[in-house]
Structures are given as structure tokens and as C-alpha cells.
């Protein structure tokens, strides 16, 4: 049989086969994601929230709840202002005041503790938190050329 | 249909029947795909659809995981899919001879173990999802641990097993496959 003689078609047809058990293992862990969101998505947990000016300000907002960094920033009783960006969230411009600089490079960007600062990585909005879990919002100097930004010492 | 053929699918069904008891507690691994795609390999489609559906039949109905008639009317239909396939593939090979590519064979076969699978879980799926009022797309995702075990498994079974199974069944039958002579 001619499609045997060719090792491009078995190959084909096991990367078929790996196409579908991956989609479908991730559809399974979509759906169980969206079902955990959906029941836990209304429980606000407390959390270690604090801001860091760069100046040598850093305040702590130990115990606030939220769902999401979002909701807990404005439980603490900050002024957030941000711009949405859809589906991809709130981008924070400007936090009790103090707004980013194009001039001095100086943006704002969430870090959360994990054996040191890690980077946010998504729109505070789009983030459930965990409970106690530590997070600092910090006015990073971010290089104009790499857009890497400064971690919360 | 000669009364060989007839006995073979009363044999492979009961065949069928009897590992699916065997294994009822071992969810989503069973035999019974396997074997009606054997039987339609090596006895033509119609052999192979008429071991599913017997199968269905009796296993469908005696079952102690209870008795659904929409989804005992899909898996049965969606069974007749392996003897199809196995009728198919069972035609297109029947001349070619299993030495000296054995590997490609039991990959080929993997792979075709998997695929008709692949379409029965959806239809049996749909059958689940439409019967108990549920949104067919999260039915599909929400069993998608089950079905990849009844594909994964199915595709083992059917690779390592294919080759033996048909050479065996071509010795009983004197060396004929498909009622062609093997080459």
C-alpha cells in the first residue's frame, strides 16, 4: 500500500493524533479553570498589599480582601486611574496621585513575592488573587530601550 | 455470507461481550472497539458492524451502569464506525503482507485506533450532552479526561495488538484475508 511506503503520512497522522489529545486536554483545563473562577470568583481573600513610591515611601496595606488586585486596590481606598484595554484589562496609569512619566521613565507595575519580586504579568483587573499572598505595587524606572523595568528593592 | 463468517461474528461478539464484563471496572480501557475492528479487517465491514451492534445489544442493555436509550442507540452506531474503518483499511490492505514492516503497521494501526475514537467519543458525547440538557461544547471538554483515556488506550490497544490479532485470525481462516490471498 502506497501511503505505507510513506513515513510523511504516518507521521502526519501521528501529529494528528497529538493535535487532539493536547486541544482536548487543554479545552479540559479551560473548562476547569472557567468552572473554579466561576465559584470562587465572588470570595474576596485577604491579602498583603503594599506601594512603593520610589522615594523611599513604602506603605503596606496588610489584610486587605479582594477578588482581584484590582478590587483590593480600591478596598484599600486608593485612586486608580486606568485605561482599559478590552479584553486585556486596565492599565494602571496613575495611583493616589502620583502619574507615570514618558519623561522619566517611570511606570507603574505590580510585583508579587515568590522567593523575591516577580514581575505581574496581566492587568490587575484580570488578576484573582490568592489568599495572603504579598503584593506591592512599584513607580519602576523602566530602560527606554528594553522596556525592562526595575525591581521593588 | 458463508456460515464461517457468520460464526466468526458470533464468535469475536461474544468475544466482545465477554472482555467488557471482564473489564467493567476499568473505566474507558475495553476491548470491544478493537475487536469489531479486527472483525471488519478480516471479515468485511459488514461482519465488523454486525459485532458492534450485537455487541451493543446485549452489553447496552444488561449493564450496571444503568441503561440511557439515546446514548445506547449512539454507541451503537458510533461502534459500527471501527467496523467500518476496519472493513475499509481490511480491503485496501488485503493484499499486503504484514513482514518487514511491522513497526510502520503498528503505528499505522495506533493511529487508527485513535482516529475512529476520536469521532465516537463526539458522537457519544453529543448523545450524553442531549440527553441530560447539558451545553454539548462543555459536555465535550468536561469528559475530556475520559475520552483521551478511551483514545490513548484505544491507540495502544489497537497498535500492539492489531497485527497479532489479524495475523491469528488469518491462520484460522487458511491463510486468507478479506477473501483475498495474502501475497
Same mark, same amino acid.
Given at each position: 500500500?502506497?501511503?505505507?511506503?510513506?513515513?510523511?503520512?504516518?507521521?502526519?497522522?501521528?501529529?494528528?493524533?497529538?493535535?487532539?489529545?493536547?486541544?482536548?486536554?487543554?479545552?479540559?483545563?479551560?473548562?476547569?479553570?472557567?468552572?473554579?473562577?466561576?465559584?470562587?470568583?465572588?470570595?474576596?481573600?485577604?491579602?498583603?498589599?503594599?506601594?512603593?513610591?520610589?522615594?523611599?515611601?513604602?506603605?503596606?496595606?496588610?489584610?486587605?480582601?479582594?477578588?482581584?488586585?484590582?478590587?483590593?486596590?480600591?478596598?484599600?481606598?486608593?485612586?486608580?486611574?486606568?485605561?482599559?484595554?478590552?479584553?486585556?484589562?486596565?492599565?494602571?496609569?496613575?495611583?493616589?496621585?502620583?502619574?507615570?512619566?514618558?519623561?522619566?521613565?517611570?511606570?507603574?507595575?505590580?510585583?508579587?513575592?515568590?522567593?523575591?519580586?516577580?514581575?505581574?504579568?496581566?492587568?490587575?483587573?484580570?488578576?484573582?488573587?490568592?489568599?495572603?499572598?504579598?503584593?506591592?505595587?512599584?513607580?519602576?524606572?523602566?530602560?527606554?530601550?528594553?522596556?525592562?523595568?526595575?525591581?521593588?528593592? | 455470507?458463508?456460515?464461517?463468517?457468520?460464526?466468526?461474528?458470533?464468535?469475536?461478539?461474544?468475544?466482545?461481550?465477554?472482555?467488557?464484563?471482564?473489564?467493567?471496572?476499568?473505566?474507558?480501557?475495553?476491548?470491544?472497539?478493537?475487536?469489531?475492528? @479486527? !472483525? /471488519? *479487517?478480516?471479515?468485511?465491514? %459488514? #461482519?465488523?458492524? +454486525?459485532?458492534?451492534?450485537?455487541?451493543?445489544?446485549?452489553?447496552?442493555?444488561?449493564?450496571?451502569?444503568?441503561?440511557?436509550?439515546?446514548?445506547?442507540?449512539?454507541?451503537?452506531?458510533?461502534?459500527?464506525?471501527?467496523?467500518? @474503518? !476496519? /472493513? *475499509?483499511?481490511?480491503?485496501? %490492505? #488485503?493484499?499486503? +503482507?504484514?513482514?518487514?514492516?511491522?513497526?510502520?503497521?503498528?503505528?499505522?494501526?495506533?493511529?487508527?485506533?485513535?482516529?475512529?475514537?476520536?469521532?465516537?467519543?463526539?458522537?457519544?458525547?453529543?448523545?450524553?450532552?442531549?440527553?441530560?440538557?447539558?451545553?454539548?461544547?462543555?459536555?465535550?471538554?468536561?469528559?475530556?479526561?475520559?475520552?483521551?483515556?478511551?483514545?490513548?488506550?484505544?491507540?495502544?490497544?489497537?497498535?500492539?495488538?492489531?497485527?497479532?490479532?489479524?495475523?491469528?485470525?488469518?491462520?484460522?481462516?487458511?491463510?486468507?484475508?478479506?477473501?483475498?490471498?495474502?501475497?
Amino acid at each position: 500500500m502506497s501511503f505505507l511506503k510513506n513515513r510523511w503520512t504516518i507521521i502526519a497522522l501521528v501529529m494528528l493524533c497529538w493535535a487532539i489529545v493536547s486541544s482536548s486536554v487543554l479545552g479540559y483545563y479551560y473548562y476547569q479553570y472557567t468552572d473554579l473562577v466561576a465559584r470562587l470568583g465572588g470570595v474576596p481573600v485577604p491579602i498583603n498589599l503594599g506601594i512603593d513610591y520610589a522615594n523611599g515611601t513604602r506603605i503596606w496595606f496588610n489584610g486587605t480582601v479582594g477578588v482581584t488586585l484590582y478590587d483590593a486596590m480600591i478596598r484599600a481606598g486608593w485612586r486608580v486611574n486606568a485605561t482599559s484595554f478590552g479584553a486585556m484589562g486596565l492599565y494602571v496609569t496613575s495611583i493616589n496621585g502620583i502619574t507615570e512619566s514618558l519623561q522619566s521613565s517611570r511606570f507603574w507595575g505590580w510585583w508579587t513575592w515568590m522567593y523575591g519580586w516577580s514581575h505581574g504579568g496581566s492587568a490587575c483587573n484580570k488578576y484573582i488573587v490568592t489568599i495572603n499572598e504579598t503584593v506591592i505595587w512599584y513607580y519602576s524606572y523602566t530602560d527606554p530601550t528594553t522596556w525592562e523595568m526595575t525591581r521593588p528593592p | 455470507m458463508n456460515s464461517f463468517k457468520i460464526a466468526m461474528i458470533a464468535t469475536l461478539a461474544a468475544l466482545s461481550i465477554a472482555t467488557n464484563y471482564a473489564l467493567i471496572g476499568v473505566h474507558q480501557v475495553k476491548l470491544m472497539d478493537f475487536i469489531v475492528f @479486527v !472483525g /471488519g *479487517f478480516c471479515f468485511g465491514a %459488514l #461482519a465488523g458492524v +454486525s459485532i458492534g451492534i450485537l455487541s451493543w445489544l446485549i452489553y447496552g442493555t444488561i449493564n450496571p451502569y444503568g441503561f440511557v436509550p439515546q446514548v445506547w442507540l449512539a454507541t451503537m452506531l458510533a461502534e459500527s464506525i471501527y467496523g467500518i @474503518v !476496519g /472493513g *475499509f483499511l481490511g480491503k485496501t %490492505l #488485503a493484499s499486503t +503482507s504484514f513482514d518487514g514492516q511491522r513497526f510502520k503497521l503498528c503505528v499505522f494501526f495506533a493511529t487508527m485506533g485513535f482516529l475512529p475514537t476520536v469521532l465516537y467519543d463526539l458522537i457519544t458525547n453529543v448523545a450524553w450532552a442531549s440527553s441530560s440538557n447539558m451545553p454539548i461544547v462543555a459536555a465535550i471538554f468536561f469528559g475530556a479526561q475520559f475520552t483521551v483515556l478511551h483514545e490513548v488506550a484505544n491507540a495502544a490497544i489497537f497498535g500492539i495488538c492489531s497485527v497479532p490479532m489479524i495475523t491469528a485470525l488469518e491462520k484460522l481462516s487458511g491463510g486468507w484475508r478479506y477473501v483475498v490471498p495474502k501475497k
